[in-house]
């Protein structure tokens, strides 16, 4: 408790200086006005300072200059993370004031976290005078003059010109990252105060630690790494806790759900840990699928170990039954987050979700896994035509169900008719695909969520909305994605049948995860063309894809290979902090979601438009969740369904 007392003192002051560090903050509304840098159009962008927009995170003020005498300006914006997207329109800029030699502005907010592509077109024949691509920086203040250098050709130039410079909004990472890294040596160097053996003595005397292996080691967790249970009632030491439960697993498990729950809380308003706007991944697009393949190996093994203590089917069954209900249920009815649309109701209820997508898909590969588990497999007993291929091939009709799952998601995706939208449409809508089909929000998948459960029933707010502007309701956990969600858990299954079928052979395990990221990373390489954009099944979260599902599975096999070496096989590392969460994981992640709008998880801000502010808030509730998972640990305490 001393420990965790310490560490919660550590974690507060760190972050509070975090908040205090000069330099990170912006001063909303003060500073020189926009036109008192070096640089043409000072006087002009000093008369509009009145009048400019409150600056806002994320943004920059453009003052554009108009010194052509004759013609005014129209000014579009393409952002470069918008795909194939119709430029916008942002200001009409008056033509100059020949005889008051005062040239016509105009001021604009612009975004700052993608580059943007810039459009001039002249009110006269709508004719393109320039085009500037730029990566404007956050709170830069920034004008664009527009002239003609020769009047004979009509030659017209356009210059950007930085009045003010713009802040490092990336500051703040940098310093959050440093504070855990003192936290980390502060920890370290206590290690190594414990090998002093007085010192260990008396730690040992203050916290007297229990043992709890036998509680966790529940049916539902992770199996037993010997058959038997040692009956020494001797007191284990933390650093040496029996190994009966592979501590890799659930610190895969808690790496995932501790950056699930920073994200979830705003990742410090920064775009890298948003949900991508459409194809691509960030941060944010990492950790779900992540939970979803170890929960796969977690069946695999905790099925095992329930049959081999003599549990019937029947009685698996109906604990896979129970616990699925119970997910499904916590999903609808605690956890349904159908944003700005007033008291929770039947009429605006979301029916699909995170939980709910959870226990679906646990019931179908638990299910399946149950099915067709066959007695001596995992023990080698039974003879196959290829050794090599001993966890694969007794279970081919596991395989054979998958594949005809991927080949029903392919041709609703591919072949369905969708009123209104092209067959096999992977796009946006909205301004996507310039503005040809501004209603086809993931096509098949989101006309099938909207027909089945109709458009007040699903996520009213998708990351498309954003950047390519789209109006449909569109939710990411939807019906026709379970499939491929599916996918992705009977990948993690396929992990778990290697660590059984290879127990002990730490080589042999590793080997054959590795092979398995390979196989899945070249796949994902074939269907994406090692493009973004341009494949034939980009990597896409809201949709689910395909390419999504093996390029996760291929950094899962990876991780989980890392994480096992360390953890597992060198001991390197006893998988802490992440164990700790990845123990409660249930409780922690409907426990973030319940009190996300409570003191100490959030309070009242300064200035809500800094990074630093919301980082540190986010960082500060994502490091409690970790404090409060590590206390229930100490206390036994832990929350499976």
């Known amino acids: 408790m001393a420990a965790a007392a310490g560490l919660v003192a550590a974690a507060a002051a760190a972050l509070g200086a975090l908040l205090m560090a000069p330099g990170l903050t912006q001063p909303h509304g003060e500073g020189p006005p926009e036109g008192s840098g070096p640089g043409p159009g000072g006087g002009a962008a000093a008369a509009a300072a009145e009048r400019r927009p409150p600056g806002r995170m994320d943004q920059a003020l453009l003052l554009v200059r108009n010194e052509l005498p004759a013609e005014g300006l129209r000014l579009a914006a393409l952002s470069g993370a918008c795909h194939q997207c119709l430029y916008q329109f942002l200001a009409f800029v008056p033509p100059s004031n020949g005889s008051l030699r005062k040239p016509g502005t105009a001021a604009v907010m612009v975004d700052t976290q993608h580059p943007l592509t810039l459009l001039l077109n002249g009110s006269v024949g709508d004719r393109e005078l320039c085009k500037i691509q730029y990566h404007f920086g956050e709170f830069g203040n920034y004008s664009l003059v527009v002239k003609t250098l020769s009047t004979s050709?009509?030659?017209?130039?356009?210059?950007?010109?930085?009045?003010?410079?713009?802040?490092?909004?990336?500051?703040?990472i940098l310093f959050a990252f440093l504070v855990y890294m003192g936290i980390l040596a502060i920890l370290i160097v206590g290690r190594l105060f414990m090998k002093i053996d007085p010192v260990r003595n008396w730690v040992y005397k203050k916290l007297n630690p229990r043992e709890t292996d036998r509680l966790i080691n529940s049916e539902l967790g992770s199996p037993n790494t010997t058959d038997s249970v040692s009956s020494d009632p001797t007191v284990r030491l933390w650093s040496t806790v029996s190994r009966q439960r592979l501590r890799s697993l659930d610190t895969f498990r808690g790496l995932s759900l501790i950056i699930m729950v920073f994200v979830n809380y705003g990742g410090g308003k920064y775009w890298f840990f948003k949900h991508e706007s459409?194809?691509?991944?960030?941060?944010?697009?990492?950790?779900?699928?992540?939970?979803?393949?170890?929960?796969?190996?977690?069946?695999?093994?905790?099925?095992?170990?329930?049959?081999?203590?003599?549990?019937?089917?029947?009685?698996?069954?109906?604990?896979?039954?129970?616990?699925?209900?119970?997910?499904?249920?916590?999903?609808?009815?605690?956890?349904?987050?159908?944003?700005?649309?007033?008291?929770?109701?039947?009429?605006?209820?979301?029916?699909?979700?995170?939980?709910?997508?959870?226990?679906?898909?646990?019931?179908?590969?638990?299910?399946l896994e149950l099915l067709f588990t066959r007695a001596g497999a995992e023990s080698g007993t039974l003879e196959t035509l290829c050794p090599a291929l001993q966890d694969i091939l007794p279970y081919w009709p596991q395989w054979i169900f998958i594949l005809m799952l991927?080949?029903?998601?392919?041709?609703?995706?591919?072949?369905?008719?969708?009123?209104?939208?092209?067959?096999?449409?992977?796009?946006?809508?909205?301004?996507?695909?310039?503005?040809?089909?501004?209603?086809?929000?993931?096509?098949?998948?989101?006309?099938?969520?909207?027909?089945?459960?109709?458009?007040?029933?699903?996520?009213?707010?998708?990351?498309?909305?954003?950047?390519?502007?789209?109006t449909m309701p569109y939710d990411p956990e939807g019906i026709l994605g379970t499939i491929n969600t599916i996918f992705m858990a009977f990948l993690g299954l396929q992990a778990g049948k290697i660590i059984l079928f290879y127990k002990d052979q730490h080589k042999q395990i590793m080997s054959r995860f590795f092979i398995w990221s390979i196989v899945m990373g070249i796949i994902s390489a074939i269907l994406t063309k090692c493009s973004k954009d341009e494949g034939f099944i980009p990597i896409n979260k809201n949709l689910w894809s395909i390419s999504y599902v093996t390029t996760m599975s291929c950094f899962a096999f990876i991780l989980l290979l890392l994480i096992y070496y360390l953890v597992d096989v060198k001991r390197l590392w006893s998988g802490a902090p992440f164990f700790y969460p990845g123990m409660n994981s249930i409780l922690v992640y409907i426990g973030h979601e319940v009190f996300e709008n409570y003191f100490p998880f959030k309070w009242k801000m300064q200035d809500s438009q800094s990074h630093a502010e919301h980082l540190t808030q986010n960082l500060t509730a994502t490091t409690l969740w970790v404090i409060i998972s590590y206390l229930l640990y100490r206390r036994r305490i832990f929350w499976k369904i």
Not at 159 to 165: A, K, R, S, T, Y
Not at 298 to 327: D, P, Y
Not at 409 to 432: E, H, K, M, Q, S
Request: charged share 10%; aromatic share 12%; proline share 7%.
């Open 406 to 470: 991927e080949v029903i998601w392919l041709c609703l995706t591919f072949l369905l008719p969708v009123p209104g939208c092209p067959r096999g449409y992977l796009g946006p809508g909205g301004i996507g695909d310039f503005g040809s089909y501004p209603n086809c929000t993931g096509g098949a998948a989101g006309y099938i969520d909207r027909l089945l459960l109709g458009e007040k029933h699903i996520y009213q707010h998708p990351s498309s909305s954003v950047i390519y502007q789209t």
């Open 278 to 367: 459409w194809n691509g991944l960030t941060v944010a697009d990492l950790v779900f699928p992540w939970f979803v393949f170890i929960m796969g190996t977690s069946i695999s093994l905790s099925l095992s170990n329930m049959l081999r203590w003599g549990s019937s089917k029947w009685k698996v069954l109906g604990k896979i039954l129970w616990r699925s209900f119970l997910l499904i249920l916590l999903g609808i009815i605690v956890v349904n987050p159908n944003y700005c649309l007033g008291p929770l109701s039947w009429d605006n209820l979301r029916i699909p979700g995170v939980l709910q997508r959870l226990g679906f898909t646990y019931l179908v590969v638990a299910a």
């Open 153 to 172: 050709t009509k030659t017209v130039s356009c210059d950007l010109v930085i009045n003010e410079g713009p802040i490092n909004s990336y500051l703040p």
